[in-house]
């Protein structure tokens, strides 16, 4: 298994290094996908069947893949059907963002065998985050029996202006020119990494309301505000990968500086971040708000989470922030919607969590701002995936990074 994954570089070359190439291939079909027969990987690799067959009986006897069975017939003999083995192998999704990190473990069928762990360790510029996270991720394994040396890879959503080409994070470490080699070194496994914005839209492609669909953008309004773009089936990066910065157009008038360093940032009134910093001010100045009482007072408690739970209460302060958030995120849509021609787009992050206080502002601003053929032309839903979308995308995009090694 360990040499099937290996990057094999000038080490393997013709006929060994087409068939390692091949059996990955057959490996991520049946991961994305699920169960298919002989035929139907057939089609996906574009092999023919004795040859795909040969190359399953190979990855029988690695111990990756199981017959399952007849499958249906639409006239003759009845297909074999082929899986992953159940725990064949194992993936690790993890999530570090401003203000935690997610950890999961998933199976080579993607099924999430550890529930969401939550840990205290935040994203900050200082690379010893990383030690503490895989320390994290040791406990995890060893908390639910998982044999370490099975996790083939793990997959990192992080926060940050991310060059993909370079692989470098321009925001938190943009000294560090190796980065993915010192993330290996940490994690003694291959480790890839990307945008968490990106990764949201990767996990929403294959498994959430993006399966199947051509042009969507998925939108993550989060601690921060970004997006991830489809285009014609593809996840769009953009010349270095910094495409999705939503969060950073300066849209507001007269606002307040942004962490970027530039003034009026959207995400400066659409995110987790800006909705805690708004009740705390508004309080700060007078305004009474259940968020108070929760917090007994203390203002340097305040999270998303509370804001949520005293508008789900009727507090008129709180509900009245989400009401704006709500109208200047769909004022921010009317961009997208008139510039891409999405056919639809996906909102999910913690700012969601409060939909039923934000749908309605964020419609009457497309309605006020765009254009109602193209708006009209344009499905907007939220997220089913809720907050696994991150894990779940930064495991699937590793299994994708290293069925790409030839």
Known sequence: MEKLFKHTGNQSQGVEQKKVSHKKQILRALYFR???????????????????????????????????????????????????????????????NINRTIISIFNSNNKEITESQYFPVKMQADFNIFHQVNEKLGEVAQKYNIDRKKILSVGLELPGLINQKQGVNKTYFPEIKNFSEELNKIFGMPVYFSHDSKLRAFSEQHFGLAKNKKNVIMIQVDWGLGIGIIINGKLYAGKSGYSGEFGHLPIVDNGILC?????????????????????????????????????????????????????????QFAISIFSDVGYWLGK?????????????????????????????????????????????????????????????????????????LK
């Open 34 to 96: 699920g169960p298919l027969s002989n035929s139907e990987l057939s089609k996906v690799i574009k092999l023919s069947t004795p040859k795909i067959n040969s190359l399953l009986i190979e990855l029988i006897n690695d111990g990756l893949v199981n017959e399952l069975g007849r499958g249906d017939s639409s006239g003759g003999r009845r297909p074999n059907i082929y899986g992953l083995v159940e725990n064949g192998f194992y993936v690790a999704g993890i999530t570090i």
């Open 259 to 315: 962490s970027c360093g530039k003034q009026g940032c959207l995400e400066t009134i659409v995110s987790a971040t800006a909705i805690t910093r708004m009740a705390k001010q508004g309080i700060e100045n007078g305004t009474s708000s259940l968020i108070s009482d929760l917090l007994k007072g203390d203002l340097e408690k305040i999270d998303i989470s509370t804001v949520i739970q005293a508008a789900n209460r009727g507090d």
């Open 332 to 404: 921010g849509i009317v961009y997208l919607i008139q510039i891409f021609n999405p056919e639809l787009i996906v909102l999910g992050g913690r700012v969601t969590e409060a939909r039923q206080f934000i749908t309605a502002p964020i419609q009457q601003a497309i309605n006020t701002f765009s254009n109602r053929d193209i708006s009209d032309d344009t499905e907007i839903k939220f997220s089913e995936l809720g907050q696994k979308a991150g894990p779940m995308g930064a495991a699937a995009y590793a299994i994708e990074k290293m069925a790409a």
